[in-house]
């Protein structure tokens, strides 16, 4: 049976992210250095040939998405966007400590959102809507090995309810211009709707990470 293979890339660093502050869907673009340190990835890593990258709209992937695939059609998918971070937006965790509304917010739980952002399920629920559209897509031009280039948070979640075999989200963090590889086959998304984790992306192994931060 046909398999499918997506490698699912966390975009470059941005000003925000070298500054420790959440950025869910505030738009910025690559710093610097983010831009250098993905040309330098993309030098001496070996990042494998893929016929199309699905991309989240904003700046930073769609950055990270022309210096490490420069010759391949790119889609926008606004479903690929960064969980909203709400009144935390461009804040640091660290001003934020004390506050009972981060108090709040860090317990977790699916249906907890930050004030004015997004909760956890609702960006599941993107990420599922992302992932049936890349897969259907697929399917129907034929394309057997894509990227997505998408956020850090979105990877995690992505890979924790829909990889197999089942992990934490949090195994799942990546560093930037990194990520994993998954395939998927007709029978077990239609059957499951699951797909194989294969391992890190570009040139490794599975292994356990503390490497990125959620505040992508």
């Known amino acids: ?21 959440y950025i869910g869907v505030t738009d910025l673009p690559l710093s610097e250095f983010g831009s250098k ?9 070996s990042y494998p040939r893929v016929q199309k990258v699905y991309t989240s709209p904003l700046k ?18 606004p479903e690929l ?8 937006e461009n804040r640091r965790a660290q001003e934020l400590m004390e506050t009972e509304e981060y108090k ?10 930050p004030p004015k952002g997004e909760s956890t399920r609702e960006v599941v629920n993107r990420c599922y809507e ?16 894509t990227a997505v280039v998408t956020h850090g948070g979105i990877i995690m979640n992505m890979l924790g ?25 007709a029978d077990m998304w239609q059957r499951s709707e699951a797909f194989e984790v294969l391992g ?12 990125g931060d959620y505040e992508d």
């Open 200 to 211: 890190r992306y570009p040139d490794g192994e599975y292994e356990d990470t503390d490497a």
């Open 60 to 77: 930073r992937c769609r950055q990270t998405a022309s210096i490490l695939f420069p010759e391949c059609y790119a889609v926008e998918l």
């Open 81 to 88: 966007r960064e969980m909203d971070f709400g009144i935390f």
């Open 130 to 145: 992302a992932i049936k559209m890349i897969i259907s897509d697929m399917m129907y031009e034929g394309l057997s090995r």
């Open 37 to 45: 340190e993905l040309i330098e990835k993309a030098g001496t890593l």
């Open 104 to 113: 709040q917010f860090i317990r977790g739980g699916l249906d907890n959102p």
């Open 161 to 185: 309810c829909f990889g197999l075999p089942k992990r934490k989200p949090m195994d799942y963090a990546c560093d930037f211009g990194e990520g994993f590889e998954v395939l998927v086959t």
């Open 1 to 21: 049976m046909k398999g499918y293979r997506i490698a699912f890339i966390r975009h470059g660093i941005t000003e925000a992210n070298e500054d420790g502050r």
